[in-house]
């Protein structure tokens, strides 16, 4: 399975483009990139997810590198709602089987 | 507005009572997730079902943990007995996928059970 590896925190001003990154070196060809986020007390909220190309929803843009070792996490406008702990996380696809394998996170606060 | 619910939202127990703990997922969804969440662990998938059958169980220490799928509208969790390193958060997440094919895994996941075992 692989690991991903994140930032602990990240800090970001309200109304600015927040840039996350995520290390993901050991995917592999099947493996999708998926993004969640939770906000305290809360369970956790799906974002957006990708394989090879960038992808864009309401929510947020998803960059991956061509070797897709990395990818990066953009809220193009952050605002103080988007303060939360943002998952990058591989998917595992096995056919029946499929595990999202949750890191610790990066814990982004969105400042006034 | 389709949620996941989970009962109770707060449990308080001592060590060596049976806790039991419920999920409703969102109607038409045929998979269901229990996950623990603690500050050192993180997020843990203790298992996952589909159709109601469990595919997945490998994250849940078998020897006072069980999860079953009674039917497709209710999940449970129970722990007997429980311990205090028991106490976390207990995520219920339900999803819907259509196929094998399908790497569309978005989860819906519910309010959460803080559980705390004295």
């Known amino acids: 399975d692989a690991k991903t590896t994140q930032p602990p925190s990240m800090d970001c001003a309200e109304g600015r483009a927040a840039n996350l990154p995520c290390n993901h070196s050991?995917?592999?060809?099947?493996?999708?990139v998926y993004w969640y986020r939770q906000i305290h007390s809360q369970g956790p909220q799906y974002i957006i997810h990708g394989l090879k190309n960038n992808e864009t929803n309401e929510m947020a843009s998803l960059i991956i590198t061509e070797d897709r070792k990395s990818s990066t996490l953009i809220l193009p406008h952050a605002t103080l709602r988007d303060t939360a702990v943002y998952y990058c996380i591989a998917l595992r696809y096995a056919g029946n089987n499929r595990k999202l394998i949750w890191g610790l996170g990066t814990s982004l606060a969105v400042n006034p | 507005d389709a949620r996941v619910t989970q009962t109770p939202r707060h449990k308080v127990t001592e060590m060596g009572q049976e806790v039991t703990m419920r999920c409703q997922p969102i109607l038409g969804h045929n998979t269901v997730f229990w996950y623990r969440q603690t500050m050192m662990q993180g997020l843990e998938l203790l298992a996952y079902?589909?159709?109601?059958?469990?595919?997945?169980d490998s994250g849940m220490p078998k020897d006072r943990f069980s999860a079953e799928m009674p039917d497709a509208t209710l999940a449970t969790l129970k722990i007997q007995p429980s311990e205090p390193r028991d106490s976390a958060v207990y995520f219920c997440?339900?999803?819907?996928?259509?196929?094998?094919?399908?790497?569309?895994?978005?989860?819906?996941f519910g309010p959460g059970t803080r559980l705390t075992v004295l």
């Open positions: 997440a339900s999803g819907l996928v259509l196929s094998n094919q399908d790497n569309y895994n978005e989860q819906f």
């Open positions: 050991t995917i592999s060809g099947n493996e999708y």
């Open positions: 079902f589909r159709n109601r059958a469990p595919l997945d």
